[in-house]
């Protein structure tokens, strides 16, 4: 069955550095990949996506690869700052179904300090 | 102006009850979620629906039930409640099935 990991529970980092999720994925060849951020008491919000067909996407500081080889996506934030805390998810679209059902991973808890 | 909203935000009730939560998106999208989010934070998905078809994720139990009065609103209906029900619920919308979804803000359910 597919499954979606996202490596680390928790990470923390420095103000300043560029911050480094890692989602991986089995069993699936996904037609995009998503990003969301998620803070304590609210509901996710999508920051961004990737396609199959696409290596690299980039939004202000925030940069995503896509490797279809090793199955794997990373997310990275630059010159990251203490408001960039929060819960961040990764997602694929479900095989089967609705095309537009979501599989999301675990998350990774960043926390940027000051 | 918010683009998907739920009501209630906290539901507190007692097992065996059935109990309702809204969900509208003023988005214009037609295709809604819910989402099950348990106390690990792993976030489920148990229905999509548009105007033409509803997908129930498997796993959901027959108690729980999508009801879409129209294009802009899916109310989830939950019988029988159980504890292990305990978790927050989050709506959400996309247009047809274009990747991206936007979330309501949750509601944490509480069986005791």
């Known amino acids: 069955s597919q499954k979606i990991e996202q490596n680390s529970e928790a990470l923390n980092i420095q103000e300043g550095k560029t911050a480094t999720l890692t989602c991986n994925y089995t069993n699936y060849s996904p037609a995009y990949l998503q990003w969301y951020r998620q803070d304590p008491g609210r509901g996710p919000v999508f920051l961004l996506l990737i396609r199959e067909n696409e290596k690299e996407k980039r939004k202000e500081r925030l940069k995503v690869t896509f490797d279809t080889t090793l199955k794997q996506s990373l997310f990275h934030i630059t010159a990251s700052q203490p408001a960039d805390s929060a819960t961040y998810l990764c997602?694929?679209?479900?095989?089967?179904?609705?095309?537009?059902?979501?599989?999301f991973g675990k998350g990774t808890k960043l926390s940027v300090k000051p | 102006d918010t683009a998907v909203s739920q009501t209630p935000k906290y539901l507190v009730t007692q097992m065996g009850n059935d109990k309702s939560i809204k969900c509208e998106q003023n988005l214009g999208h037609d295709t809604m979620y819910w989402y099950k989010q348990d106390s690990k934070k792993f976030l489920k998905i148990m229905f999509s629906?548009?105007?033409?078809?509803?997908?129930i994720n498997e796993t959901v139990p027959n108690r729980f039930s999508p009801k879409s009065p129209d294009k802009a609103h899916l109310n989830l209906h939950i019988n029988s409640l159980e504890l292990g029900d305990s978790a927050v619920y989050f709506c959400?919308?996309?247009?047809?099935?274009?990747?991206?979804?936007?979330f309501g803000p949750g509601t944490r359910l509480t069986v005791l």
């Open positions: 959400a919308s996309s247009q047809g099935y274009e990747p991206a979804q936007y």
């Open positions: 997602a694929l679209n479900s095989l089967g179904g609705s095309q537009g059902n979501l599989i």
């Open positions: 629906y548009n105007n033409k078809e509803l997908i």
